[in-house]
C-alpha cells in the first residue's frame, strides 16, 4: 500500500513543528489514512497542541454542500472541538487577522486531477497569504486518481483565469497535489517557505485502486474513482443546458436532456471519442439542478479502458454531436459561475473561447481538441521540474 505524506508528517513532526508550534490545517473529511481515520484526528492523535484552527474549502468540512457558489459555514467541529472556518463563500483567502499567531499551516486535500476542481486554488490563495505572512505551508501528498501520466486539456490563457484556474495548468494535469504546489509556488513566483511531505511507494502509473487506500468522496458528486476518471471532461458539461448527471447516483456517469434521443447521438458521436468507454443508452430523471423531475434521454458512460479512454476528448465530441443535431435546444448558460460575472462558464472552464467558437463553427473533432496545443506542451516542459516520483 502507498505510504502517504501524512504517515511521513507524523513520523517526523517533530523536527519539521517543534513543540509549541502553532498550526491551522487546511483540510477536510475526505482526507484519510489506510485505515479509514481523518488527518486531523491523525494529526490531533500525535500531537495534541499542533492545531489551533480548521480551515475547509469547497463544499464545506464533511463535504456537505453541493457546487457553485454555495457557501459552507463557519462552526465549531463536535468531533475535535476545533473552530472550523470556511474558505469558500464571501471569504476565500484568508485575511492578515486568520494568520496572526500561526507558526505554521498544514495541507492536506483530496484533489482529483482536474484543473477545474476547486480545491487546488483554495490551497493557492492560502500560499498567497502565506507568503505575505511570512508563515510555512507543509503539504502532505496524497495520490493523483488518474495517475500522473496523461495530460489533456491546454492550460486556460491568462484573461480566463478564474477559480476553476487561478494560474494556467492542464485541464488533466497529471501532478500530485503536492507537485502543484510547488509548480504553482515556482511559475507564480511566490516567495514562500514551503514543504511537500512525500508519498512512498506511488508510482505515477498507478491507477487509485493499485494505492490500496480508502476512497471517501471528496465532494458530494465524486462519490467514486469511476467519477474521478470521466470528471475532467464532463465537468464541461457544467457550462450547457445538459446535464451531467447531477441530481442523480451516477453524478458525470449520466449525462443527457430531454430533448436527446440516446441512439441517435450515439451514432453520431466519432469513435475516436469513444475509445476505451461502452456509451449504454438509458433515460434518467434528476432530482435536482438541471432538468430536475424531467426524463432525460442520454448515456451512461462506462469507463472499460482507462489506458485508451479520452476524457476531455469524448466531452468535446459529445458536444460537438449534440450541437449538430439539436442546435435549436441546445444553449450555453450565462454567469455567474464560480464567482465569475462576466465571462459564460463554458469558456473559463475550457480556459478558451475559440473552443466554444469551433464547437458552433462545427469543425472537425481533430482541430477542435488540437487548440491550444503550444501551451499544453510548454505546460509539459515546465512541469518536468516539479515531479517527484518515478
Not at 463535504?63 to 459555514?73: H, K, L, V, Y
Not at 484568508?94 to 482536474?114: Q, R, S, T, W
Not at 511570512?134 to 478564474?162: A, C, F, H, I, K
Not at 434521443?261 to 432530482?287: H, Q, Y
Request: with cysteine; net charge negative.
Amino acid at each position: 500500500m502507498v505510504k502517504l505524506g501524512l504517515e511521513s508528517f507524523i513520523e517526523q513532526s517533530d523536527r519539521m513543528m517543534p513543540v509549541g508550534s502553532r498550526a491551522v490545517f487546511l483540510t477536510h473529511q475526505a482526507a484519510v489514512d489506510g485505515c479509514g481515520l481523518t488527518s486531523l484526528e491523525r494529526v490531533r492523535r500525535a500531537r495534541p497542541d499542533l492545531v489551533r484552527a480548521v480551515w475547509s474549502p469547497q463544499h464545506g468540512f464533511y463535504g456537505d454542500r453541493q457546487a457553485n457558489m454555495i457557501a459552507s459555514d463557519n462552526f465549531s467541529d463536535p468531533l475535535s472541538g476545533l473552530p472550523v472556518f470556511s474558505l469558500y463563500g464571501d471569504k476565500r483567502k484568508p485575511g492578515p487577522e486568520m494568520l496572526a499567531d500561526v507558526d505554521f499551516i498544514l495541507v492536506d486535500l483530496v484533489d482529483v486531477g482536474c484543473r477545474v476542481y476547486t480545491y487546488i486554488w483554495t490551497m493557492f490563495l492560502v500560499m498567497e497569504a502565506a507568503a505575505a505572512a511570512g508563515v510555512g505551508v507543509v503539504v502532505l501528498d496524497r495520490p493523483n486518481p488518474l495517475g500522473g501520466m496523461v495530460l489533456e486539456g491546454s492550460p486556460q490563457g491568462l484573461e480566463y483565469t478564474s477559480f476553476v484556474g487561478l494560474f494556467p495548468l492542464a485541464l488533466r494535469h497529471g501532478l500530485t497535489i503536492g507537485e502543484v504546489a510547488v509548480f504553482l509556488s515556482r511559475y507564480a513566483g511566490l516567495d514562500l517557505d514551503l514543504k511537500v511531505v512525500r508519498m512512498a511507494g506511488w508510482q505515477r502509473a498507478m491507477s487509485f485502486a493499485e494505492t490500496g487506500l480508502f476512497w471517501v468522496l471528496p465532494s458530494p458528486n465524486m462519490p467514486t474513482p469511476a467519477t474521478a476518471r470521466v470528471y475532467p471532461g464532463q465537468v464541461l458539461l457544467e457550462g450547457c443546458n445538459l446535464s451531467e448527471g447531477r441530481g442523480t447516483t451516477l453524478p458525470f456517469e449520466l449525462c443527457g436532456a430531454p430533448f436527446i434521443d440516446p441512439r441517435t447521438l450515439l451514432a453520431r458521436i466519432e469513435e475516436s471519442a469513444k475509445a476505451g468507454a461502452v456509451l449504454r443508452p438509458t433515460w434518467f430523471t434528476p432530482t435536482f439542478d438541471k432538468w430536475r423531475g424531467r426524463l432525460c434521454g442520454g448515456f451512461q458512460l462506462h469507463v472499460v479502458e482507462p489506458e485508451r479512454f479520452a476524457p476531455v476528448l469524448f466531452t468535446l465530441g459529445l458536444l460537438r454531436a449534440v450541437l449538430e443535431l439539436y442546435p435549436e435546444e441546445f444553449g450555453w448558460l450565462d454567469p455567474p459561475y464560480e464567482y465569475e460575472y462576466e465571462k459564460p462558464p463554458i469558456d473559463i472552464l475550457t480556459g478558451d473561447p475559440e473552443i466554444r467558437r469551433a464547437l458552433e463553427d462545427g469543425k472537425e473533432l481533430a482541430e477542435i481538441a488540437g487548440l491550444g496545443r503550444e501551451r499544453l506542451a510548454e505546460f509539459k516542459a515546465r512541469r518536468q521540474d516539479v515531479l517527484f516520483y518515478e
